[in-house]
């Protein structure tokens, strides 16, 4: 059993832990009043807040629209914007290439239009037209400045053009024959042109120019020369055209006739043309010869061989004997050896076959050694030729190309010739060379038919015929024992 103190202070400190206790209940009750009461107002403001920033993001959800609207609408415009540059660098890469194209035109015709007009009017307009050429050239740097110049190099071309479609007339010179300069007039309508000099010496068409020539060449008119200097210093006349600018001309005096050809020729082409002389007259001989070598025809030859075989030796002699030549001496030495042994019939047939070959063949060789010669003759004047335009040359300077020109092409004249001669006496070679085994063949045709009629010889004449042959052949066989 506890003592009474011990329960008073028990009892005391119940008292006061409940009297504490209520103390802190209501305190606690207090504070979460006060709590409540604070949190209500945060979710009062929260809400307040809320609404405000619902409100924001309203706002600024309307002004990402208005925003997108506008991108939407900028990037359209920007499409817009950028294909417009597209179809405007297009059209600037149309139109720089025009104006290049443009540009390059008139470089191009500013450049060739020197080359277009009259060689004589290069002294006086061709100057106007290569200072204006070096004007535009010059302002290369300021494009304006350029097309400015080229355009009036332009508008000078078409005035010429104007100026010249009716014929017109200036001063001028031009190189005459002897490549002398002259002083005179030109009248020049299109590609045609005239020059008469002033002292009445020379009244040409005016020639095709080599480049760089400062003067016009010059091709006399013999003929009319009268005419010409009327068109030049009247402005009218009645005067012959030639469009070749006097080229036609030059070329028909070039000409040669066949006397000129042979002169060029000298020593050597008169040779060739001797040598190839002696062949025609050669051949044109051979010809007649071949063809009129006496060949006895077949028909004729039957009858003699016919009288023959009926031992009648006398009327084949007569028949053989009307036959002249050596085709008849053929015949003949058939007939009288006919009834000879066999080997002295082909021995005889062939001692006349090597009479007439060599006949029917002889002068060909000669036809032969002309056709090979005459170009070995032609190669060797035009070597003499070109040796003769080298030393000219040497003596006066290689600068004239017209002479050396004129000096290779009379070098080459003997060539001509011997190829000339020899292609045909070729040609006439081989044909006589086939006619004359042909006439050959036909003699060869005949001993053969001699020779083969002793094959219808009666009986006794056959085996005559054998046995001296046989003889002969013992005698042959016993010769070298003995």
């Known amino acids: 059993m506890r003592p009474p103190i011990f329960s008073l202070l028990s009892f005391s400190l119940f008292a006061g832990a409940g009297a504490f206790a209520q103390t802190a209940q209501e305190k606690a009750d207090l504070d979460l009043r006060l709590a409540e009461e604070q949190l209500r107002t945060l979710q009062t403001e929260v809400l307040q807040e809320q609404a405000g920033l619902f409100k924001e993001v309203a706002d600024l959800d309307n002004e990402v629209l208005d925003a997108e609207r506008d991108l939407a609408e900028l990037l359209k415009a920007e499409d817009d914007v950028a294909g417009s540059q597209r179809r405007l660098n297009d059209e600037l890469a149309s139109r720089k290439g025009e104006f290049e194209y443009t540009l390059a035109t008139l470089k191009s015709y500013g450049g060739s239009i020197k080359d277009r007009i009259h060689p004589a009017e290069k002294q006086d307009f061709g100057k106007t037209l290569e200072e204006q050429r070096k004007k535009a050239d010059g302002a290369t740097d300021d494009l304006v400045a350029e097309i400015q110049a080229r355009l009036e190099l332009l508008g000078l071309a078409a005035d010429r053009l104007q100026e010249v479609s009716g014929g017109m ?34 009244a040409a068409f005016t020639a095709l120019t080599p480049e760089g020539t400062d003067f016009p060449l010059t091709a006399p008119i013999k003929e009319d020369e009268g005419r010409v200097a009327a068109l030049v210093t009247g402005g ?56 009129r ?44 050896f006919f009834y000879d042994k066999r080997r002295i019939l082909e021995d005889a047939l062939l001692e006349k076959l090597g009479l007439i070959q060599p006949r029917l063949e002889r002068m060909l060789p000669f036809l032969a050694l002309v056709a090979a010669a005459a170009p070995m003759m ?39 010739m011997g190829l000339i001669v020899a292609i045909p006496v070729i040609i006439i070679h081989g044909m006589l060379k086939s006619l004359a085994k042909g006439k050959f063949a036909q003699a060869e045709g005949v001993a053969l038919s001699l020779l083969n009629g002793t094959t219808e010889l009666g009986g006794d004449d056959r085996q005559k015929s054998d046995e001296d042959d046989t003889d002969d052949l013992d005698e042959t066989e016993l010769s070298p024992a003995t």
């Open 236 to 291: 009218s006349a009645v005067v012959p055209v030639d469009a070749s600018m006097g080229k036609a001309i030059q070329v028909a005096r070039t000409q040669k006739t066949f006397a000129q050809y042979l002169e060029g020729g000298g020593v050597v082409g008169y040779g060739i043309l001797a040598l190839g002389l002696v062949a025609l007259f050669i051949a044109l001989w051979k010809f007649l010869e071949i063809n």
């Open 169 to 202: 007339r200036f001063a001028g010179k031009a190189v005459a024959e002897g490549a002398v300069i002259k002083d005179g007039k030109f009248a020049v309508a299109g590609p045609l042109g005239y020059f008469a000099s002033d002292d009445g010496s020379v």
């Open 378 to 416: 032609g190669l060797l004047g035009t070597v003499l030729g070109i040796m003769k335009t080298f030393a000219m040359m040497s003596a006066g300077g290689a600068g004239d190309s017209k002479s050396f020109s004129a000096g290779i092409s009379e070098a080459l004249i003997t060539t001509a």
């Open 293 to 336: 070598f006496p060949i006895p025809g077949r028909k004729n030859l039957n009858l003699i061989i016919d009288n023959l075989l009926a031992h009648e030796t006398e009327a084949a002699s007569l028949k053989a004997a009307k036959f002249s030549g050596l085709g008849g001496q053929l015949v003949e030495a058939g007939v009288e």
